[in-house]
């Protein structure tokens, strides 16, 4: 089996027994996000990644996207930027140009990026820019209170639409794979534990690492909760054999079709 | 009809080699000792449509250009029927038409004001030297230097220069000048070029087009990163760039579209580099959404805009001096942000040094506006000024162990709050495009919204301080005088230098402005109080300058010489106006 870097687990010592450690991204700010919503685990995850890295507040930039993933920009440690909607992705392929030296982290929805922002998405898979992109998917806009975004199923009734939605959902992780993405992996919010393996394996791709975390959002999705996905989820690690490096493996199993959502690091172009 | 100036058109259609022509021309003038302006016309095509390199050439200093012309040059049959009616009494016209069909207008036209019609076979000749057809526009070169009866070293050397790595090519080329001069040796036409005076010293001069010095002056700012989108008259910027990045070690990128190049230029500012995007009003129109994020960010974001005429698509190749409410309007909500006027190459080599300065030190946005007119003209510069001190406005090595985190949007008297670079620090922040506290955090509440939105408009004070008052060209006191922004300066200061030197001397003064928004006023409400014929020269319909300043001081202006064709000033619209034959 090829792993791409997913399937060694995090020890707890890797981000409470080293130089950098998990708290030192910890903010005052008090978190307001809506019980049970994904960001919490993602936010865990994200300064469980950095700290088992060994990448210090001072040496990471994090980029944020409108919704509710950029609330999350003011309550962690580390150079951040909170931007317009649908740019984060041209603004961190900027500023990681600028600066090789800082590890740059870009967070958007499925609403900025698949929407607003789509053509961003498909030239910063095509340039390769050097940074992670972890995409919130929650399958709707959630800050704007609940409209449908590309990545909501066929068949949810959301405000703004007289009718449920009709045309099927973008597969986020399958477009980037398909567009020649160099580092393609998912996860889910529910599991902090694989959400820090895969990211910390992103940010050691040297390229555009492309992390799409499927989000819970108990407000305007209760279609697909935490339990919908630990139950739907098959990591690509209990795969006997699995081949990351295998691009025609990796966009069978992109794609659940009637079967499980892959998830764990699904292809690095090696 | 000015003297002291001869004016040489090479028309023709796009793609018959008139702008290769005309750089040859305008180079091996120049180097004969004579000073030059090129003014180039083109239409948004490829291949057809009418296109024109005009050389005005001078014994004293030129910027602008003159309706009419000595000496036209038609490479196609069109290009002959619309350039006749340009020509001044005694002008010469070339062409190749050997059975040129003037209508009756054209013929007394002709016939009244005496026009030397030359027919030269060109086609011919390159035919007969073994060349392909664009050649024709070579020959025609020659027939125009027998005529200027300019020592042939000039034309010749500037040939081998253009063509220096194509010597098959140089070969036939230079062939081909001797044939076309050739062919008018006995021509016995009458021009009064010669009564130019050449100075030989003018040869040291070098020629450059507004957006190659703008270019120039971006890399001595220390720019590191250019990003792009093609859109005339703005894209050379990012082709001179491009052609120079192995030497400067420049990140230049074409971006997808105009919000990318905007969102990536700022992403590279606040990491930490200079960097800037470039492109006209439709571009800028999309950019507009980063310009406000920046006022918010306080992050320093430069960005050329080169204006053309609108609206919409409007006209590409053309020039306008529309945009400056665009500008300075530009991006929601309110914030300080700064706008420069560049008015010719020097100017534009200079302000953008002066732009990326000022955008970091007061972390706004700065917007510099040019237009087609400087872009693409051919300036003829002695030499470029000094470079400026490049002054990065961040917190010195020794404060960066001391800072914390609302030291970055803390407030402060000059509203400018310290700023340090990601990396630089464990100081970290966030750059909110939400309203922030003083570390970045968000905030909704009605007193501190209210301290960070003060902090940041105080910023207005200390630009206006900073910012510059207007240029003032000729004595204070005058009997016409003027009111300009941008590239109207040039045809102004020519229409005064050429009154100055005839029996129809006026006695003319210009205030000029480059820094023009916020705009300062002391310096002008002295000259309109002072002088009591005033003018107010621009190229678009609403003067919005003029509004601008009236917006500010009150001040009305009884006259203004507005003009919004596309076309740049000539010298004689402003002789026009003031009846002076």
Request: charged fraction near 20%.
């Amino acid at each position: 089996m090829n792993d791409c870097g997913g399937c060694q687990p995090t020890q707890l010592d890797d981000f409470l027994g080293g130089k950098v450690k998990v708290n030192d991204y910890f903010s005052d700010n008090p978190l307001n996000w809506c019980t049970g919503c994904g960001n919490y685990g993602i936010l865990a995850a994200i300064k469980r990644a950095l700290a088992s890295e060994q990448i210090s507040p001072q040496n990471t930039l994090l980029c944020y996207d409108i919704g509710c993933n950029g609330n999350m920009s003011d309550k962690i440690q580390g150079y951040r930027h909170h931007g317009l909607h649908g740019r984060v992705l041209p603004f961190a392929a900027g500023a990681s140009l600028a600066n090789p030296n800082i590890k740059v982290i870009a967070s958007g929805g499925d609403g900025g990026t698949l929407s607003e922002g789509m053509s961003h998405l498909v030239n910063s898979v095509r340039n390769d820019y050097n940074f992670t992109f972890l995409l919130h998917n929650n399958s709707n806009y959630a800050l704007t209170r609940g409209q449908a975004s590309a990545t909501t199923r066929v068949g949810q009734k959301m405000s703004g639409r007289s009718e449920p939605v009709s045309i099927p959902p973008v597969n986020p992780s399958e477009l980037v794979l398909s567009l020649g993405g160099t580092f393609v992996a998912r996860t889910f919010s529910g599991d902090v534990k694989h959400m820090t393996d895969t990211i910390r394996a992103a940010l050691k791709h040297q390229g555009f690492a492309f992390v799409e975390i499927l989000q819970s959002c108990p407000t305007y999705n209760k279609a697909t909760p935490h339990t919908w996905y630990q139950e739907n989820v098959m990591d690509v690690c209990d795969i006997k054999n699995y081949d990351c490096t295998n691009y025609v493996q990796a966009m069978k199993v992109v794609d659940p079709m009637e079967e499980k959502i892959a998830i764990g690091v699904l292809y690095v172009k090696k | 009809m000015l003297s002291n100036r001869f004016i040489v058109k090479i028309g023709g259609e796009s793609g018959q080699g008139i702008d290769s022509a005309g750089r040859i021309l305008a180079d091996s003038i120049k180097n004969a000792g004579y000073k030059v302006f090129g003014y180039r016309e083109y239409p948004s095509i490829i291949k057809g449509g009418h296109a024109s390199y005009q050389i005005d050439i001078s014994d004293h200093e030129i910027n602008s250009s003159s309706r009419n012309c000595d000496m036209v040059v038609g490479l196609s049959r069109l290009s002959i029927h619309k350039y006749l009616f340009d020509l001044n009494k005694g002008g010469i016209l070339i062409h190749q038409i050997e059975e040129l069909d003037l209508t009756k207008e054209e013929q007394d036209f002709v016939k009244k004001n005496g026009v030397q019609l030359v027919y030269l076979n060109a086609l011919e000749i390159v035919q007969e030297i073994g060349g392909s057809r664009i050649l024709v526009n070579i020959v025609l070169l020659g027939a125009i230097w027998e005529v200027l009866k300019l020592p042939k070293k000039y034309i010749e050397d500037a040939i081998k220069v253009e063509f220096a790595d194509k010597p098959d090519l140089m070969k036939l080329d230079l062939i081909a000048i001797h044939e076309g001069a050739n062919r008018l040796k006995n021509a016995n036409l009458e021009t009064c070029f010669n009564d130019t005076k050449p100075e030989k010293s003018w040869a040291q001069s070098f020629l450059t087009d507004g957006n190659e010095s703008l270019a120039k002056g971006a890399v001595l700012a220390g720019a590191r990163a250019f990003y792009g989108y093609p859109m005339t008259p703005a894209t050379s910027i990012l082709t001179y760039l491009a052609d120079w990045q192995k030497e400067t070690g420049m990140i230049v990128k074409q971006a997808e579209d105009e919000i990318t190049a905007a969102q990536m230029t700022t992403g590279s500012s606040f990491a930490g580099i200079r960097a800037f995007t470039a492109t006209s009003g439709g571009g800028f129109d999309l950019m507009t959404e980063t310009v406000s994020l920046n006022g918010m960010t306080e992050t320093p974001f430069v960005c050329v805009l080169g204006q053309r005429p609108g609206p919409s698509t409007g006209l590409p190749t053309w020039t306008a001096q529309s945009d400056l409410n665009l500008a300075i309007y530009s991006g929601h909500g309110e914030y300080p942000k700064i706008v420069l006027a560049a008015s010719d190459a020097v100017s534009a080599y200079q302000l953008m040094q002066r732009g990326f300065n000022l955008a970091d030190k007061f972390q706004v946005p700065v917007i510099i506006l040019t237009d087609k007119q400087i872009a693409e003209s051919v300036f003829n510069v002695v030499h470029y000024p000094k470079p400026l001190q490049i002054e990065r406005g961040l917190v010195d090595a020794k404060g960066l162990n001391k800072l914390a985190p609302e030291d970055r949007y803390k407030t402060t008297t000059s509203g400018v709050s310290p700023r340090w670079l990601p990396g630089q620090s464990p100081a970290t922040f966030v750059a909110n495009s939400d309203e922030h506290g003083p570390d970045g955090s968000v905030t909704e509440e009605a007193e501190e919204v209210l301290e960070i939105f003060e902090k940041r408009m105080r910023k207005l004070k200390s630009i206006e301080k900073e910012l510059k008052e207007p240029d003032l060209y000729g004595q204070e006191v005058a009997d016409i005088s003027f009111v300009a922004w941008g590239s109207t300066k040039n045809t102004i200061l020519d229409v005064m230098s050429y009154l100055h030197t005839k029996k129809l001397y006026r006695k003319m003064n210009l205030l000029h402005f480059e820094e023009i928004y916020p705009v300062k006023t002391q310096k002008f409400l002295d000259f309109v109080k002072k002088n009591k014929h005033v003018i107010l020269v621009e190229g678009n319909y609403f003067g919005q300058f003029g509004a601008l300043l009236k917006q500010k001081t009150g001040y009305d202006f009884k006259e203004k010489l507005l003009k919004y064709n596309g076309r740049p000033f000539f010298a004689e619209d402003i002789l026009d106006y003031l009846k002076i034959k």
